[in-house]
């Protein structure tokens, strides 16, 4: 039996739909996704559902309102980073939003990416594979499962509908 961390990520299109904000973790150098560009989001507080999480978390981290909040999937990490903990996200894209991002947090700057450059920036590897489903137009979200060893990814799998 697994008990996994729960966590938020949310992808924030641009008005024009044809960017994505997303944060450079470049402030820490021990951060695990130290040079990486993520989603925003994060874990999941005991008193709180997961849009809420996913609310609290992008207001914080940029200080933007979103709405419109569309589950795109879930991705269960199994045996991830130095302590080979267990993880399963929420993937959330908001359609809309209120206010102006501000310049980043602690973990690091945000950026508007376009959506047709993201395989240009510094992500995980794995990130890859379920990405293209937040963005398109299948209706039904995806369910997947993505065992690691430390921080290299052992497979993908996932259901659709």
């Given at each position: 039996?697994?008990a996994?961390?729960?966590?938020t990520a949310?992808?924030v299109?641009?008005?024009a739909r044809?960017?994505?904000l997303?944060?450079?973790r470049?402030?820490c150098?021990?951060?695990?996704?130290y040079g990486?560009?993520?989603?925003l989001?994060?874990?999941?507080e005991?008193?709180?559902?997961?849009?809420t999480c996913?609310?609290?978390?992008?207001?914080e981290e940029s200080?933007?309102?979103?709405?419109d909040l569309?589950l795109?999937?879930?991705v269960?990490w199994?045996g991830?980073?130095p302590k080979?903990?267990?993880?399963?996200?929420?993937?959330?894209?908001?359609?809309?939003?209120?206010?102006?991002?501000?310049g980043?947090?602690?973990?690091?700057t945000l950026?508007?990416v376009p959506l047709?450059?993201?395989?240009?920036?510094p992500?995980?590897d794995?990130?890859?594979?379920?990405?293209?489903?937040i963005?398109d137009?299948?209706?039904a979200?995806?369910h997947?499962?993505?065992?690691?060893?430390?921080?290299?990814?052992?497979s993908?799998?996932?259901?659709?509908g």
């Open positions: 039996m697994i996994p961390v729960l966590q949310v992808f299109l641009s008005p044809d960017e994505v997303l944060i450079h470049n402030k150098t021990d951060d695990l996704h990486k560009f993520l989603s989001g994060g874990h999941v005991p008193d709180e559902d997961v849009l996913a609310r609290r978390e992008v207001f200080g933007l309102v979103v709405a569309a795109r999937g879930t269960m199994t991830f980073g080979k903990r267990d993880y399963l996200c929420f993937m959330f894209r908001a359609d809309s939003f209120t206010g102006i991002p501000h980043g947090n602690e973990e690091g950026e508007w047709n450059d993201l395989t240009t920036r992500m995980w794995s990130d890859h594979l379920w990405l293209p489903m963005f137009n299948t209706p979200p995806f997947g499962v993505m065992p690691y060893h430390n921080d290299k990814m052992l993908w799998s996932f259901q659709r």
